[in-house]
Structures are given as structure tokens and as C-alpha cells.
């Protein structure tokens, strides 16, 4: 009986955590499963908050209110708590710097590396949708994803590259390979079918003008 407590003691200390599906954006840090009402309280001491239009559960984290347009985090609530959290580690567009874009990932996936471990799986997807199309690699960690995803768009939706970490209650409790919802159009055009959650997105800053913010 004991070998056996023995055995199953060294097994649980080699499982990844799962369930520490944490991270970092400036100071604070930030957890699926956290309250609404704490995490919203925290962020507004400490960042500008912008509430996704059409989407009442979903905010853009910035800097400040004049950068507005370039959110840093992006996060979710499912039922009061924290669904998943977005870190954006960089966003490129026109006359993109290969070193910058190089740097933006290598300090994405030492992040994942640091909470997760080194072992990662890596997946591919391709997507059109409303006149743009959408590569991306997933770097898929045990309880996290880094994900690098291009848009190669029409005139309105452009080109640009993001890199981004994530953190998803779904991810925690197994590997995926879903395009999150970030990746799915582009967010100038409003449409509501199909939300984003891009940096870029040109209207999360009227919709702030409008409503005050959050």
C-alpha cells in the first residue's frame, strides 16, 4: 500500500497543472475562474477598460485611454467568472520588422514555457472569412496557447500579423485546436456572427467614445 501512495505521489508531481491557468498582464496577475466583480475592480485601477461591442462578457484591457485602439489583454466571463484571458505579446502591420516579429514570439513562447514546461504541440489552420484570410500556428502548452496568426485582408480589413498568448478554461481541461474567437474576422466590419477581438480594431474606440467606456 504504500509503494503504491509512493508511486502515485511521484506521478502527481510530474503532471502539469492544469488548473493554474493564470496570467500575467502588467502587474496583475489574472485567472480563469476568477470572480467578475474582483477582477473587473482590479483592471480599472490599474488599466482602460473597453467593453467588445455586441459582446457583453467580452473587454479589451489597454494601456490608457488613448491607446484605446492597441488593447495589450483581451478577456471573457462565462457565469460570473473568467472564461479565458488574452496577453497580446505584438501586432504588426505595413512594413513589418522580421526582427520585432521574432522577438514579439520568442518572449511569447519563453512566457508559456515558464508556467507550462517545454512540451508543446504545434498546429496549423487556415481560414477565409468575409474577404480576409487567416493563417495561424498554435503553439498548444498543457494550459495554454501561443498563437501567431496573418491576415492577409481586402482594403478595409488590411494585413498584419498578431502574436498573442491565451489562457482558456476549455484548453485547461484538454489539447485543441480550435481558432479562438480573436482569429475569426476582422474586426472592422461589426459583424456580431462572427465577433473579433484584434488590437486593430478601429471601432472598440468609437464604441468607448460612446458608451464612456466601462
Known sequence: MKNYCF????????IPSVLAADLKIGSLILSTGMEQADIMEDLRS??????VPGAKSMFFVSQDKDDSTRPIASLAFENG???WIERNWGTFSGRI???EVTKALLSAIESAKTSSGSSAVINTS???SHGAEFKSVH???PDRKVIVVTTNGDTDRGH????YERVDNNDAQHYGDQLSPALLCNPICPDMEILSLDPLVE???TDNQQNGGY
Open 139 to 141: 503553439f498548444i502548452f
Open 46 to 51: 490599474h488599466f482602460h477598460i473597453v467593453r
Open 81 to 83: 467568472r473568467v472564461s
Open 97 to 99: 520588422s522580421p526582427v
Open 160 to 163: 498584419y500579423v498578431r502574436i
Open 7 to 14: 508511486i502515485g505521489l511521484i506521478l502527481i508531481s510530474f
Open 203 to 205: 471601432h472598440s474606440q
Open 126 to 128: 487556415v481560414k477565409n
